[in-house]
């Protein structure tokens, strides 16, 4: 049998390198991997099985992301969101997504209605606090696809991972406090659709606002709370 190709080591390192990001960024974001742990590259290699090299490149992505940070000590940690990214991640969201929703609403169709309703009805089923936030972004990722604007939506895509981690932070936030992050995301999201159901731009627009607004004020920040570590993560929860 002939040798491997000698290109085929870059594109196995490339796979790994995904490999990595795509774990970590799932464990970073459910709160698996609460922030301002250490992410120490031999560590990491270890449990990937894997050199360094493609957990670097992973780690650089990551804070590319602005799930990460690197310090000037030379250690990776995970990222925590301060009361000021809380904010400005809320403005961004605002400013793009409330744009996005007034495009949206002018080309609206019974099919896009359709996509939202399906996408509530398995927020509805959801098991986990992981899986209702990675159902609530991708509705609102929908709707600015439906926008119909690649430099808007690039725009949004480069806050995509860190809406989604102050979004889970959130909702661990809600249940801690008593409250159903499950019944309070699926009424915000039938509200957003019948705005942009309505057809009238500056009202789909103006409830998309209001519903980031609404959410954000869930922030730990806004409320004054920390989570514990061993609250965090992929927990159950009640649908009652």
């Not at 932070?169 to 699926?186: D, N």
């Amino acid at each position: 049998m002939p040798d491997q190709p000698q290109d085929s080591a870059p594109a196995q390192r490339k796979n790994l390198a995904r490999e990595v990001v795509l774990t970590l960024r799932s464990d970073i974001i459910s709160g698996t991997l609460p922030p301002g742990v250490a992410l120490a590259e031999p560590a990491l290699a270890k449990k990937f099985g894997s050199s360094r090299a493609p957990v670097r490149e992973a780690l650089i992505e990551l804070e590319r992301e602005g799930l990460v940070q690197f310090e000037a000590t030379g250690r990776t940690r995970v990222r925590t969101l301060t009361e000021q990214d809380f904010d400005e991640i809320r403005d961004a969201r605002i400013a793009l997504e409330s744009m996005a929703a007034r495009r949206a609403a002018a080309r609206w169709t019974p099919a896009a209605s359709e996509f939202i309703e399906r996408n509530i009805a398995r927020q509805e089923n959801a098991s986990t606090l992981a899986e209702l936030s990675r159902l609530d972004v991708e509705l609102h990722e929908y709707v600015v696809r439906m926008a119909a604007n690649q430099r808007l939506l690039a725009l949004w895509q480069s806050i995509r991972w860190q809406f989604e981690m102050c979004l889970a932070s959130t909702h661990r936030l809600q249940q801690k406090m008593a409250f159903k992050p499950l019944q309070i995301t699926v009424s915000g999201h039938r509200l957003v659709l019948a705005a942009l159901a309505s057809g009238k731009p500056d009202v789909a627009a103006q409830k998309m606002a209001a519903h980031i607004e609404g959410s954000m004020e869930w922030s730990p920040s806004a409320a004054g709370v920390e989570e514990h570590p061993l609250e965090r993560g992929a927990a159950a929860f009640s649908h009652s």
